[in-house]
């Protein structure tokens, strides 16, 4: 079964229209279909924790954090900008400032905390790979790896 049918089958309002209405007015150029990819990619995230929210509200929670992972990841395909004109004389821009992972945005903060079992937090955690390695010379003065 693909993703696709596991998380419309739990949580078939979350649409692009229920994106949509989480997003504060006009502040997405996407199209329905452009929105239901992020949707799509939001259930390959969010779907693992679905069995580990039982204490916190169960279906209706998973529902909750899987539209705001979508309007996360709406907000992080675009730049969010506000302008204001005050008093005709100045004028002022606000930009979303992104942090890093769902952290980057106010819906994806919000899906973390709606997360009573913290696994949406471990699975947007960048996983790092260090590799340690040394050249030199041996006791015969040959050349030696170690890695």
Partial sequence: MAIEEQYSDI???VTADYVKSLIAPN???LTDE???DRINLAGALVLPIYGDLNDCGGTDTFCKILGLVSAHFVAMTERQTKSENIAGEWSTTY??????GLEGSTY??????????GKLAQADKKLV???????????NGDIEYNG
Avoid: H, K, Y
């Fill in 11 to 13: 949580c078939p309002n």
């Fill in 129 to 139: 790979s260090v590799t340690l390695w040394s050249l030199g010379r041996d006791d």
């Fill in 34 to 36: 452009q929105i239901e």
């Fill in 95 to 100: 930009g979303t400032e992104f942090g890093d």
């Fill in 27 to 29: 502040e997405t150029q």
């Fill in 108 to 117: 994806g903060q919000m899906a973390l905390l709606l997360d009573c079992s």
